[in-house]
Every structure is written in C-alpha cells, then in structure tokens.
Nanobody
C-alpha cells in the first residue's frame, strides 16, 4: 500500500509563487514515475508534470517555463515549484505515482490564484 500526502496549496495572487510537496510512504519497491495532475472545476484531470526516477521531466505546454518538478528519490518526495501563477492555474492539484504495477493518487490540495 502506498500513501501520497500533499501539502503546500493555498491562495496566491496572480504573478505569485507556490511550492507543492508530496511525500510517498512506500515499502518493498521503488516508485517509477512521480508527478502532478490538476483538475479545475468542470474540467478533466490533466497532467501538469511528471518525472521518472531518472531522466528528463515532462511538462504540460501550459506550465512549461513557469513550473519546475523536482524529485528526491531517497526521500520518495516530489515537489512542484510554481511561478508566475495566473487564474488558469486555479485547480485541485493531485500527486500521482506508479510502481509495482499500480497507480496511486493523493487526496489533492487546492491552489487558488486570485487577487
């Protein structure tokens, strides 16, 4: 069983920054990919960024250049550093991971960009 615990969401003004964190509790195997998805009201859940244990990260076009995903493999932790936030970034952000043949989700953390 893998548990993903997110933190760092909140209210931020347009142009501001936030940093999300996700810690995975894992035992007996290594996670392959870790990343972030988001779901805005009335929309589908979409990929924001993800990164394998090694190699380059993948970003959605809408966040490339503004968001940075950082992964700490020994700590089973993934961060999402978000800069130049705008109202389109308002959504619930979900941590995602896969490993041992399963996909895991966190409970989500709300990010609201508003003045």
């Amino acid at each position: 069983q893998v548990q993903l615990v997110e933190s760092g969401g909140g209210l931020v003004q347009p142009g501001g920054s936030l940093r999300l964190s996700c810690v995975a509790s894992v035992s007996g195997f290594s996670l392959e990919f870790m990343g972030w998805y988001r779901q805005a009201p009335g929309k589908e859940r979409d990929l924001v960024a993800r990164k394998g244990r090694y190699g380059s990260p993948v970003y959605a076009d809408s966040v490339r250049g503004r968001f940075t995903i950082v992964r700490d493999n020994p700590k089973n932790t993934v961060y999402l550093e978000m800069d130049s936030l705008n109202s389109d970034d308002t959504a619930i952000y979900y941590c995602n991971a896969d490993g041992n043949g399963h996909v895991y989700w966190g409970q989500g953390t709300q990010v609201t960009v508003s003045s």
